[in-house]
């Protein structure tokens, strides 16, 4: 049996990180320069003059801390948002059985088909009527209940024992608190995952935040950083030093929920 970690094997790893890290560390190090030296030719991968200037004026002068405080609550409340949506969901459709619930499932499942172009128009003007458009609430709302979200759910859900739901209600435990007591902290794993998907999602969403918000305190980092990129001109020590701090919570999110997504990806992947 071939050892892993033979030179063969661990030359390939490295060739792989290598790839996978030059873009970001590209941008890191591109951050750091001076304007003059981003442009210059031929390039440089290391700073010889590097400097916290942009990141400095992307706080100070570009009202990053603005931005980044509207995505992170739009983020946030979104990501709890769907992932009580989906544990609900998932919980009635994996442990309830009532005249056509699988249809219900197909029906859902069914709505991942169906392009998010087609929903935009309808949902917007769902969000005019209410008086939606140019707030938080919009942002957070719209996108909260999502089909894959439901399925995840679902699926973790199914393979819950039934014994342990029928002795708590041979007990008199109500529905809610089985919710609370037993589904939800034997679903931790898959509620990790889901949450930081969605955490994810919503942090980069460009497309809902550039229809319905035209006020420029509401903005979330994404649209900042698209307007960084001028008609006739580009900003490029404030696009890439705002690039750069739009990436770490992403990374914290990812370094925080580590052992969880593997767990909730890994679900239902082995059986015993």
Do not use: C, H
Not at 56 to 74: D, E, G, H, M, Y
Not at 105 to 123: A, D, E, N, R
Not at 124 to 152: K, S
Request: glycine share 4%.
């Amino acid at each position: 049996m071939s050892s892993p970690y033979s030179p063969l094997r661990l030359t390939l790893v490295a060739l792989v990180l290598l790839v996978f890290m030059l873009p970001p560390g590209w941008l890191l190090l591109s951050a750091l320069k001076p304007q003059a030296e981003i442009f210059q030719w031929p390039p440089t991968l290391l700073p010889v003059n590097p400097t916290f200037e942009n990141f400095a004026n992307a706080i100070s002068k570009a009202r990053f801390l603005l931005f980044f405080q509207n995505s992170a609550i739009v983020a946030i409340l979104s990501a709890m948002l769907s992932v009580t949506i989906s544990v609900m969901a998932g919980y009635a459709l994996a442990k309830f059985r009532f005249k056509g619930d699988t249809v219900l499932f197909m029906l859902i499942m069914s709505s991942l088909m169906v392009p998010l172009q087609i929903v935009l128009i309808p949902v917007f003007l769902v969000l005019r009527d209410l008086g939606l458009l140019n707030t938080l609430a919009g942002l957070i709302i719209a996108p909260a209940a999502t089909p894959t979200g439901v399925f995840l759910m679902r699926q973790y859900i199914v393979n819950i024992p039934d014994s342990l739901l029928e002795a708590a209600r041979l007990d008199g435990t109500p529905e809610w608190r089985i919710l609370l007591r037993i589904i939800v902290p034997l679903s931790i794993p898959a509620i990790g995952t889901l949450m930081a998907f969605n955490l994810v999602w919503r942090w980069n969403d460009y497309l809902w935040p550039f229809l319905i918000v035209n006020d420029q305190d509401m903005w979330t980092v994404q649209m900042a950083i698209a307007n960084s990129v001028g008609r006739f001109g580009i900003d490029w020590p404030r696009l890439l030093s705002m690039s750069v701090l739009s990436v770490l919570p992403v990374l914290v999110v990812f370094s925080a929920l580590q052992r969880l997504l593997m767990g909730g990806i890994m679900a239902g992947a082995t059986k015993e």
